[in-house]
């Protein structure tokens, strides 16, 4: 199992970024996983920012980037994309890919970082004013 992040850096306020996570050792068809994208601040906990489900295709996001991230998966491709948009300062962060297995309760499960069993090896995204 591994999960290989790309697509950080260092972008302005107001600007966009896209991670992508690929991922082996995986079925995407097949195995009913919840990948996601984490993220964790200097002095802050892990927290979830999206998620999306392998089999089903729903979707999850934390309330700080609803209408701002876009989360999606290509299957062929065995990769996770997230879309960021309209970046503040405040999402300066280093970013993690994260697939987890269940079985949740709750949609706020799916970004809960302790139901995560992989992990990548993160990614950094700076904002500056």
């Known amino acids: 199992v591994q999960l290989v992040e790309s697509g950080g850096g260092s972008v302005q306020s107001g600007g966009s970024l896209i991670l992508s996570c690929t991922a082996s050792g995986f079925t995407f068809d097949v195995d009913d996983l919840a990948i996601g994208w984490f993220r964790q601040a200097p002095g802050k906990e892990r927290e979830g920012v999206s998620c999306?489900?392998?089999?089903?295709?729903?979707?999850f996001y934390a309330n700080s980037v609803k209408d701002r991230f876009t989360i999606s998966i290509d299957k062929a491709k065995a990769t996770v994309n997230m879309h960021m948009q309209s970046l503040t300062p405040d999402d300066t962060a280093v970013y993690y890919c994260?697939?987890?297995?269940?079985?949740?309760?709750?949609?706020?499960?799916?970004?809960?970082?302790?139901?995560?069993?992989?992990w990548g090896q993160g990614t950094q995204v700076t904002v500056s004013t």
């Open positions: 999306v489900e392998t089999t089903d295709g729903n979707k």
């Open positions: 994260g697939v987890g297995r269940g079985p949740y309760y709750t949609d706020y499960d799916y970004l809960d970082p302790e139901y995560v069993a992989y």
